[in-house]
């Protein structure tokens, strides 16, 4: 891979939320001029009056070289790379608005994890099923353990980038690496994808979890059987179970799982502690994804006909309003079987 040229590559990134603009903040960094698109009109006022994103990411100075715009056009017109951060249920229509200002030569880098309700499609289903001028080969997914605030910090981070081209692949890995964040590359989206949506349905049932006071080993186990299932539909679906076991599945499924950063696994510890799931969502600002998700998951998985135990009381303590206190009896008291029954074959 020939050296990336920082002083000539365009980027834009779409989406100034807590994760857009601390990738944008680790681009400008190392060199890059970009333009950051953001939807509020009060986030690129906060960056260009104050060069702080102080919504989304408080406490952050921002690089001279990030632009902060309201036009969407000037965002991804003429950029050699857009990476596109954005709540998984905006995307469909932030992809429909930008289409006809990207170039087909462009590479488009997702870095939202969601599955949509409707279609049941990931986030690089729906882009190429918009933005048809550009190849399957310039699509990438960016995914695994990365908490926003961390990455802006600097400290160590290790993620994966996924796309059907290796030179697509090696060319984001360059633009993105640097000495405080590792990039592996990966010929499997379906599988980074996959791990990156249902990580947080798993880390929404973990919080539920330690919200309702059930112990260490009722969390590890959790996450256990989440891997399972998180096995079950990727493998479904298409992924390599190795990368289920990687950076965007396991990795990104035991920080979510585990860090108070995490907003899925906070709702789940609230809605745990008895908190009402419209309530919490109600006052927060920023997107927990898995909320949406979780409903996505589940109807897929009926769909499909997978067994989905974990994924499923998320889904009838979200959208049924089922007791929280009953999801652990419903679990525990479930017909025995073999450990490994069900993790390939439905």
């Known amino acids: ?16 939320g807590s994760w857009g603009t601390a990738l944008a903040k680790l681009l400008a960094e190392k060199g890059f001029n970009m333009d950051l698109w953001a939807f509020e009109p009060e986030v690129k006022e906060q960056i260009e009056t104050k060069r702080e994103n102080i919504f989304f990411l408080p406490g952050k100075k921002l ?26 249920h905006c995307m469909r229509e932030v992809a429909e608005k930008m289409k006809g200002f990207v170039s087909s030569n462009t590479v488009i880098v997702t870095a939202s994890k969601g ?3 409707k279609t049941h499609l990931t986030m690089f289903g729906v882009l190429k099923e918009i933005l048809v001028s550009i ?57 980074v994808e996959i791990g990156g949506a249902m990580k947080n349905v798993i880390a929404i049932a973990a919080g539920i ?16 059987r989440g891997l399972t299932e998180m ?28 860090g108070d950063l995490s907003r899925n696994y906070t709702v789940g510890k609230r809605i745990g502690a008895g908190e009402k799931i419209e309530d919490i969502t109600r006052e927060m ?24 135990p974990i994924c499923n009381e998320v889904y009838y303590v979200l959208y049924e309003n089922l007791p929280v206190a009953d999801t652990r009896e419903r679990l525990m008291n479930r017909a025995l079987k073999h450990e490994l029954d069900g993790i390939v074959d439905h």
């Open 115 to 117: 599955i949509e309700n």
């Open 63 to 88: 690089p001279e070289n990030i632009v902060c715009t309201n036009n969407l056009e000037k965002a991804v017109k003429g950029k050699d790379l857009v990476l596109i951060v954005v709540p998984s």
């Open 209 to 224: 979890c330690d919200g309702m006071n059930m112990g260490l080993n009722a969390r590890a186990a959790l996450i256990t």
């Open 135 to 191: 190849k399957e080969k310039n699509l990438c997914v960016l995914s695994g353990p990365s908490f926003a605030k961390e990455v802006a910090e600097r400290l160590p981070s290790v993620v994966a980038v996924a796309s059907t081209d290796k030179v697509t692949a090696e060319y984001v890995q360059h633009i993105f690496a640097c000495s405080c964040f590792r990039v592996y590359t990966n010929d499997d989206p379906v599988g």
């Open 231 to 258: 096995n079950r539909l990727g493998i479904r679906l298409g992924a390599n179970p190795h990368t289920l076991s990687g950076l965007s599945g396991v990795g990104d499924l035991l920080l979510t799982c585990t």
């Open 1 to 16: 891979m020939t050296e990336i040229d920082i002083d000539n590559t365009k980027i834009g990134v779409v989406g100034a």
């Open 285 to 308: 600002r920023m997107v927990a994804e898995g909320v949406k998700t979780t409903k996505s998951v589940y109807n897929l998985s009926k769909k499909l006909g997978i067994n989905l």
